[in-house]
């Protein structure tokens, strides 16, 4: 019978699998089904998942040796990088080794994290318990130990459970109700894979937590296919009427879906760094390091008279030395400064005025699925992103200065219905003292 090191407080020590830790294994499974059934699958069905946890090792030993970069002081310099390969599971797979060399011996300097992925199963225990965390609470010293004869579990298997579990997760995320969620402000933004993309769409409540709203599979950023999505999000419950702000990165498809769809009640800001680098994309190196920094010193102002003004001048500088980039600056001018209009531009511009909430989000989604070469079709596209985002949004921190989100949706109001009474502004007031003494 194989044995295994099963790793203790104290050392290291190997026991022998037999039926009954056999029987063990499969209770650690069915305890943790829900949760284990979808990390084993996915390591089975995601292997770069797991090539990823072994390359983040290598680069870090890297780190250890040779320091960050070109870093100075060290004996040990990085040396580019060759072809090699790793063992996962019992499977072999080619990835690109980084390389280290010692100055004083001139040699090379042997990675260990390497070495120990050179033979079937040799660092899956490791991997596999990265993989797991934060499924439990739990030990899993001999989940561990378990680990390589848990992944011989049949990969068809795996295959068909893992459908089912993002099949499942995916209904959820379309179905899930927004009728208790008391949204605000909306992100939206699109992801490419290859010829086909996804449009996805993450909520703030007025707590300043965030939450994905949902995701559609499109092949280009047509409003009308935009704009039946939205009512999507209507049927199931979202609320509207009190405005939102919508966050976009500039997509006339989806701002004109989004003003069809929501009329008076949607609020747009255009993203203040999608316009930048929009605007100095029809400039040269120098030019956009200059322009860069007036667009920015521009945004910074805290009034929206004197933002405008500095935009304006700009925009004057702008039109002998480039005629596109001041066009450019002047499309969806006003829009971008939307909170500015609003009065808030200061407190909450950090996590409003651009999109960086949603491309953060996208960022961590890449790790579940830029590594996959081909999609069979969009809907396991959608079964995918769905179990990632789902899997991303419990970790997703509060929006900074979520405090000033009452005051926000009372400016909102003011501008939706301008004939409101006094006492909304002197309730505007009262709030945002209150938010300012809570952010001190």
């Known amino acids: 019978m194989p044995t295994y090191n099963v790793p203790k407080k104290r050392g290291k020590s190997k026991i022998k699998i037999s039926d009954k830790r056999e029987a063990a294994m499969n209770k650690i499974i069915d305890s943790y089904s829900e949760d284990l059934d979808m990390k084993m699958a996915v390591i089975q069905e995601l292997i770069p998942l797991g090539l990823g946890e072994i390359c983040k090792e290598l680069q870090k030993e890297v780190v250890q040796l040779a320091g960050k970069g070109h870093a100075r002081g060290y004996d040990n310099t990085r040396w580019g990088r060759q072809p090699g390969s790793v063992y996962l599971l019992d499977q072999k797979f080619p990835i690109i080794v980084p390389r280290v060399r010692n100055k ?5 300097v042997q990675l260990q994290s390497y070495q120990k992925v050179q033979s079937p199963f040799a660092g899956d225990g490791n991997t596999v318990l990265k993989l797991l965390h934060g499924i439990s609470t739990h030990k899993y010293h001999e989940s561990s130990a378990l680990a390589a004869e848990a992944m011989g579990l049949s990969a068809s298997n795996l295959s068909k ?3 089912q579990k993002t099949a499942d997760t995916l209904k959820q995320l379309q179905e899930r109700p927004l009728a208790e969620s008391d949204i605000i402000a909306i992100f939206i933004d699109a992801k490419r894979y290859a010829d086909d993309g996804l449009i996805v769409a993450m909520g703030v409540t007025m707590a300043g937590d965030k939450i994905v709203l949902g995701i559609e599979h499109i092949h280009s950023e047509n409003a009308l296919v935009i704009e039946q999505w939205a009512r999507h999000l209507i ?4 609320k509207f009427e009190q405005g939102i702000l919508f966050i976009i990165d500039g997509s006339k498809g989806i701002a004109r879906a989004i003003k069809n769809c929501f009329g008076k009640y949607a609020i747009i800001q255009r993203c203040q760094w999608h316009k930048r ?3 100095v994309s029809y400039l040269n190196d120098t030019q956009k390091a200059l322009c860069r920094g007036r667009m920015k010193t521009a945004y910074a102002k805290t009034t929206y008279k004197e933002a405008k003004a500095e935009l304006e001048r700009l925009h004057t500088e702008l039109v002998p030395v480039n005629e596109g980039a001041a066009n450019s600056l002047l499309e969806g001018f006003e829009e971008t400064l939307t909170l500015h209009r609003l009065g808030l531009s200061s407190e909450i511009s ?7 909430c949603i491309e953060s989000l996208m ?4 790790q579940y699925t830029d590594k996959v070469d081909r999609w069979q079709n969009s809907n396991q596209i959608l079964r995918w992103t769905a179990a990632g ?3 991303i949004e419990p970790r997703l921190y509060k929006i900074r200065g979520h405090n000033y989100l009452k005051v926000l949706r009372l400016k909102m109001q003011q501008m939706i219905e301008p004939e409101k009474p006094e006492a909304t502004k002197e309730s505007v007031s009262e709030i945002f003292n209150v938010a300012q003494a809570v952010s001190v």
């Open 235 to 238: 049927a199931r419950g979202l």
């Open 104 to 108: 004083t011996a001139r040699r090379e």
């Open 350 to 356: 950090k996590s409003l005025n651009t999109t960086n």
């Open 389 to 391: 985002l789902m899997d």
């Open 161 to 163: 459970r893992f459908k």
């Open 363 to 366: 960022s961590q989604l890449g």
């Open 277 to 279: 680098e929009n605007v």
